[in-house]
């Protein structure tokens, strides 16, 4: 693909995407390399996915290769000042429950046990002591709970610009807002990135897009198997101070809520089905956030039905990209040389982002990365090696 244009600028290594991965990515090669990096986003940093977050971060999964990376984020998070230097994630711990319906009680115990033979601490909790732990909530029809007392979440916008400031401050260049219209090629190897202000050029390409890296990967004849689906969340006002303590998310009505301040709190309702959009910062069609507070008071019903009255402060919804396995898609791109894709986090990079920019630097650079995450891998679409995912789409662990 060769187009005339301006060079704006030459690098060794293009980010495109300045959220929360490609910030992490950015900061990583910063820390361990010389290379010139450059970042590009259509949108000012934290201007697309990473901005429209729930924000809640756990070590919950099914897979041990996700709970050792949520463990390194968490790592960063807990020590920020020696890790990063600059700034800080606005990390509030307060714990973080888990309930399942009661035919998923087995693999909710498979998941506290592989977390904790890698030290998380997480354990389960009988409905007694879920009512010790979270007094607002019912617990009728509830069988019991994953509880993990250092989870809780994190201010995205503070933990991006961090990062980027950091990697500024070693010789990083942010370009913003830029918009990419192109990856560039020439003999199967990239070239570098057409953007609407003229060309980069580098020999290695990061698409860490989030909601819109599919856009740029069709002309290269790369059909990476991810849809955009709309996640609704509200801010509402309970009136009555905090209803609850920690993050839940709650399994069997299908809603994750957290405390947010004073008598704040924050709440995604999942929809029956999945929400396709296009354009994921695009405005909502009419009566959607009326449909997403009647599956809120629903959901509150029978789990906190002081909280059906609730008043809606405001409304925001984001995208999740969402791929067959809910799991991300990272490493190098199959028949494109200098290619790598992060990509498909869908809510979860927030918490995987720091072990995944040490991992992506260091393969980035020829080195052995800290954690194999081969298991990510693009092409296992096609091999029929997904990741095992113990609930399904609404816990998405």
């Keep these: 693909m060769n187009m005339a244009t301006n060079r704006l600028a030459q690098a060794d290594v293009i980010i495109l995407g300045a959220g929360i ?23 000012k940093p934290v201007g697309g996915m990473s901005g429209r977050t729930f924000g809640q971060i756990r070590q919950h999964y099914s897979n041990a290769l996700m709970v050792e990376l ?36 087995d693999a909710l115990k498979r998941n506290i046990g592989l977390g904790q033979s890698l030290d998380v601490d997480t354990r389960f909790v009988e409905p007694d002591e879920i009512q010790k732990i979270e007094p607002g909530i019912t617990v009728n029809g509830l069988t019991g709970a994953c509880y993990e007392p250092n ?16 990697a500024q401050t070693s010789g990083v260049e942010l370009l913003t807002p830029l918009a990419a ?28 897009t989030g909601a819109w890296g599919r856009d740029l990967l069709g002309p290269l004849d790369l059909d990476v198997p991810m849809q955009n689906t709309r996640l609704d969340m509200t801010y509402i006002d309970t009136g009555q101070g905090s209803v609850i303590r920690s993050c839940v998310t709650d399994g069997v009505s299908n809603v994750v809520m957290r405390p947010h301040w004073g008598s704040m709190m924050l709440v995604a309702a999942y929809p029956p089905d999945a929400i396709p ?38 409304n925001i919804s ?11 898609i990272v490493g190098w791109a199959p028949g494109v040389e200098g290619l790598y894709l992060a990509m498909g986090f869908s809510g979860h990079g927030l918490k ?26 693009y092409q296992r679409f096609a091999e029929n090696d997904l990741m095992y ?5 609404s816990a998405r662990a």
């Design 21 to 43: 991965m490609g910030a992490s990515i950015a900061f990583q090669l910063s820390r361990q390399s010389d290379e010139k990096v450059v970042v590009i986003d259509a949108r």
């Design 70 to 105: 949520s463990i390194r984020g968490f790592d960063t998070l807990d020590n920020w000042k020696e890790r990063v230097g600059v700034g800080d994630p606005g990390y509030v711990k307060m714990g973080y429950m888990l309930f399942v319906a009661s035919n998923q009680i």
């Design 151 to 166: 989870a809780g979440y994190i201010d995205v916008t503070r933990m991006v610009l961090s990062w980027l400031t950091a």
């Design 181 to 208: 219209t192109a990856i560039t090629t020439e003999s199967g190897r990239v070239t570098g990135v057409i953007t609407d202000q003229g060309t980069v050029t580098a020999p290695v390409v990061i698409n860490a």
């Design 277 to 314: 959009i296009d354009d994921p910062v695009g405005p909502v069609e009419e009566g959607a956030y009326d449909r997403h507070h009647e599956r809120m008071r629903r959901a509150f019903q029978d789990r906190i039905p002081q909280l059906r009255e609730f008043q809606v402060h405001s």
């Design 318 to 328: 984001g995208a999740y990209d969402v791929t067959p396995d809910f799991h991300p």
């Design 352 to 377: 995987l982002s720091p072990g995944i920019g040490e991992a992506v630097a260091a393969m980035v650079l020829d080195r052995e990365p800290p954690l194999d995450i081969s298991a990510l891998r």
């Design 389 to 393: 995912l113990a609930y399904g789409p």
